[in-house]
T-cell receptor
Framework: AQSVSQHNHHVILSEAASLELGCNYS??????LFWYVQYPGQHLQLLLKYFSGDPLVKGIKGFEAEFIKSKFSFNLRKPSVQWSDTAEYFCAVRNTGFQKLVFGTGTRLLVSP | NAGVTQTPKFQVLKTGQSMTLQCAQD?????MSWYRQDPGMGLRLIHY???????DQGEVPNGYNVSRSTTEDFPLRLLSAAPSQTSVYFC????????????FGSGTRLTVV
């Protein structure tokens, strides 16, 4: 069965620092990949997704992610974080042709001003 | 277009009580699912449905029942609530076409005392 690992559970950064959150999945078939963000007290919002094509995906709010098939990875990046990026970030994977979306355990990001 | 609507937003139950969490979507999505979110565990799939009359178990189905009598509605039933079911519950929907993202509801925060 598909599984997703997010190795950083808590990340603390200062404003303007660069961000990279790791995401690895286990199943090597064709996959769809997602990053979701959950701001305090809110529901999940889609940051970006990869279905096919250019492995470098740009999302909202300056986030991007790179799909590296050989490493089963889909790391999230942002060159310069802001205090408003404080949130929990979830990586999710779906095997193409199936509907079930499998989530990682999440990474809590705290950005200090 | 309301998207995915979950009710109630908050609920406190006593151990052994039953209740139904409601989820409705107005996008004519075939696929609907329920997740529970617990600290440090990400979102785990409880039950899902690929269409009216069809449901299946996810990762953590015990203690929960679902039905899908219409395309729009996908209620989640707790027959006898337990403290271990204290969690935040999210409903999500998607089109059958897997080249499509998911829409999440705003969540139901359930506390079982």
């Amino acid at each position: 069965a598909q599984s997703v690992s997010q190795h950083n559970h808590h990340v603390i950064l200062s404003e303007a620092a660069s961000l990279e959150l790791g995401c690895n999945y286990s199943y090597g078939g064709t996959v769809n990949l997602f990053w979701y963000v959950q701001y305090p007290g809110q529901h999940l919002q889609l940051l970006l997704k990869y279905f096919s094509g250019d492995p470098l995906v740009k999302g909202i709010k300056g986030f991007e992610a790179e799909f590296i098939k050989s490493k089963f990875s889909f790391n999230l990046r942002k060159p310069s974080v802001q205090w408003s990026d404080t949130a929990e970030y979830f990586c999710a994977v779906r095997n193409t042709g199936f509907q079930k979306l499998v989530f990682g355990t999440g990474t809590r990001l705290l950005v200090s001003p | 277009n309301a998207g995915v609507t979950q009710t109630p937003k908050f609920q406190v139950l006593k151990t052994g009580q039953s209740m139904t969490l409601q989820c409705a979507q107005d996008m004519n999505h075939e696929y609907m699912s329920w997740y529970r979110q617990d600290p440090g565990m990400g979102l785990r799939l409880i039950h899902y449905s690929v269409g009216a009359g069809i449901t299946d178990q996810g990762e953590v189905p015990n203690g929960y029942n679902v039905s899908r009598s219409t395309t729009e509605d996908f209620p989640l039933r707790l027959l006898s609530a337990a403290p271990s079911q204290t969690s935040v519950y999210f409903c999500a929907s998607s089109r059958q076409d897997t080249n499509y993202g998911y829409t999440f509801g705003s969540g139901t925060r359930l506390t079982v005392v």
